[in-house]
């Protein structure tokens, strides 16, 4: 198996992620108790994102699947159907782990967030927009992407969605690896990580909005 550039170029994302969970682990383990601990937590991931934002574009990295070229329209189109793709599967799936898995609808990962925002608003970066931004870069631009060079599609959006539910570390994986698949799809579909980003963002700010109703 051979490493080829873009491969090499896309090694310094995925250890900068890696670093920056180690780094929020570290924080939190320590510093949980500080009386600004979620507006420093807010700024550490905002610096982390920049840095994975920043060495996206310094580092050539360009895999199999972005080969089109879209329109600011189309992607703008792709990227509501992604959201709203994602809020039919959250609800269809949540009906379904209750019925055969007796799953509580209950998210631990999503109503912290959902508190923690209500309570400090500048939060709302976190889940609104470095998370989407960096889970996309590296769950789907780095893993999938890496992957679908050695094996074929659908094994390979499976390997990086089942990754990207574990990182959530929430009951919920069968929700969560179905909205990455979803991801890989519009990744695959596009051409362009943009679309998947922004799908994220608008389903992430639409639930936070909608919980404050």
Known sequence: MII????RNSIPLLLTYISYQILLAIFNIFYNQSHN?????TIIRILCMLVIVYLNHRFSFKNKLEHKTIKLKSILLWSILGMVGALVIQIGL???ESELFHFSSYSANTNLLLEIVHHYPYYILVPGITAPVMEELI???VLFGNFSRFIPFLPAALVSSLLFSLAHMDCHFLIYASIGLLFCYI???TGTIITSILSHIFLNLFIILLSSL
């Not at 601990?37 to 937590?41: R, T």
Request: no cysteine; net charge positive; glycine share 0%.
């Open 4 to 7: 080829n550039l873009e491969q």
């Open 37 to 41: 601990f979620y507006l420093v937590e």
């Open 94 to 96: 949540s009906r379904i």
């Open 139 to 141: 769950f789907r631009k």
């Open 187 to 189: 990744y695959y579909r």
